[in-house]
């Protein structure tokens, strides 16, 4: 039931998160929001996008293999109430990365045309931290991890993380300190990168 549970909650996230929000964007400014990897082949930029993209399949295995067999839950993280955190984890998540898109109106993106500029959002949710979207998205990604805590969503939640990581400081901070200059590095010196108060250009 975990696995089912887990399954359908990837499902929402991805329908609302990524599909309804893209429409949303496409009938608001006439794009859809996505501007595909950064950097060559092999750079890290390119590694931060696929990462992304890997991430995102693998999380969505996790639940699929579990219900087919394949893997099974780890038996120290599969009391009740870890999955019930893990649900909750996960419908906030869900909750969250709305709210933050919303929030983002219409510089909402995926991904980063270097010869775009949108307006840098330091409002709401953005004025406690730089990355509440990515911040939400890890999140919804620690609540399936509880959901079917297996190997495979151990390894999506570390590839998600890692590509995150990859995507804010080799791609976002640095075209973001370009396009918007003092602005941005005045805003990176007093708000967390994904924790308030962590991750200022002070601190890391």
Known sequence: MMAISALVLYLIFGALGFGWRSWRQFRTTGSTGFRGVSGRPGS??????????????????????????????????????????????????IAATLYAQNQMGDS??????????????????????????????LLFAAGITLLVPNVVALLAFALLLTAIELQVRVVEEPYLSRVHGADYRDYRATTGRFVPGVGRSSDV
């Open 44 to 93: 890290l930029e390119w590694f931060a996008g696929i990462g992304f993209v890997v991430a995102i399949l693998v999380g969505l295995a996790a639940p699929v293999l579990q219900l087919a067999g394949v893997v099974s839950p780890l038996v120290f993280l599969s009391a009740a109430p870890v999955q019930a955190a893990g649900v909750l984890l996960a419908l906030a998540g």
């Open 108 to 137: 909402w993106r995926i991904g980063v045309d270097a010869e775009e500029t949108t307006r840098l959002v330091r409002t709401g949710v953005f004025g406690v931290v730089r990355n509440p979207i990515f911040a939400a998205m």
